[in-house]
Structure formats: C-alpha cells, structure tokens
Nanobody
Framework: QVQLVESGGGLVQAGGSLRLSCAAS????????IGWFRQGPGKEREFVAA?????????VYADSVEGRFTISRDKSKNTVYLQMNSLKPEDTAVYYC????????????????WGQGTQVTVSS
C-alpha cells in the first residue's frame, strides 16, 4: 500500500512561486510513476505533471504549465516536488499527488493511489 502526503500549498499573488511536496511511503512506489493533478473550482480534475520515480526522468507536463512548473524527486527524502513559478489565478486549485505503475495508468480512469490534496490559491 502506497501512502502519499502533500504539503506546501497556500496563498500567493499572481506571478509568485510555490513548491509543493509529496512524501511517499509504503508499497513499491520506487517503481512507480508519480504525478500531480489539480481540480479547480467547478472544474474536473486535470493532469499537471508526472515523473518516473526510478529514473527521475520521463517528465511530462500539461500544456498549460509547460515552462512554468517543474517536477522533480529526491530519492533520499522519498519526496516528489512540484515547483510552480509565474503562477496565474487560473492555477488556483486543490493539487493532488498520485501514483501508479505507469504513465498510461496514471492518466487512466482508475489511478492506484492518491494523496489528500493541498490547496493552492493565486490572487490577482
């Protein structure tokens, strides 16, 4: 059983930055693809970014965040990060960390593991 715990959300002005953390434990998460999703007010949950934990590569980003957000992982801390720069009000959402055995599964209809979410609010 994989456990994911997010942190780092908060309130920031447009143009500012935040770094989200996802601490992973349990199961075989080190062989998984770890990703970030978000759900804004009145919107469906959407994919943001993903990374292959083992290699630290195979990074994928949604078009809406490409060039502004960076996903990374620290093996020594069992943590995946989402560095968010040049934040916009439309980035306001609850951000969720998720894990599954592959990118395809992560972006499928039934993701293996989810964190509880962390709120990010960007004021204009």
């Amino acid at each position: 059983q994989v456990q994911l715990v997010e942190s780092g959300g908060g309130l920031v002005q447009a143009g500012g930055s935040l770094r989200l953390s996802c601490a992973a434990s349990g199961g075989t998460f080190r062989t998984y693809t770890i990703g970030w999703f978000r759900q804004g007010p009145g919107k469906e949950r959407e994919f943001v970014a993903a990374i292959n934990w083992w290699s630290g590569g195979s990074k994928v980003y949604a078009d809406s965040v490409e060039g502004r957000f960076t996903i990374s992982r620290d093996k020594s801390k069992n943590t995946v990060y989402l560095q968010m720069n040049s934040l916009k009000p439309e980035d306001t959402a609850v951000y969720y960390c998720a894990a599954d055995t592959s990118l395809a599964n992560l972006r499928g209809d039934s993701v293996g593991y989810w964190g509880q979410g962390t709120q990010v609010t960007v004021s204009s």
